[in-house]
């Protein structure tokens, strides 16, 4: 079951904006990114995130962008990752992530994690990308 990213997230009230609206990305994927937001907002205050890509763009081979599990998020609050790597936000958003069940990769300026683990992979200075295992 594919499911579109709402457009609003639930007590956050965060909108979120897509470049890609309409696209449909796997059940879990969504359910990370909600986790992701509801747990990191005991924490920090995250009213806005920009996701850049998700099956969209160009990618390897192999990505797990196109197998609709896999997403890239460009921005948060308004700000750009790029403008502002060192953040709270960041940190804790990517812990977040970390933390939910099905978490695959998650790449960005604070940390290179692939099911949990440091990974080493380049990059992701200007954005978070995560995906979960389950492609549905
Ligand atoms: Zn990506």
Redesign the pocket.
Known sequence: MYREIPSCMLRLSSIISRCNVGEEVSSSLVDALIFALNSASTEVEISHVHIS?TTN?T?GQY???YKRR???ISGINNQSIYSNQSSEEIKVFQESFDNYSDIR?N?GPYFHHKLGENHNVGGHND?I???TNNCQ
Request: proline share 0%.
């Open positions: 890509a763009g990618n990505s797990n962008h896999a997403m890239d990769e790449f954005h990308h995560v995906s």
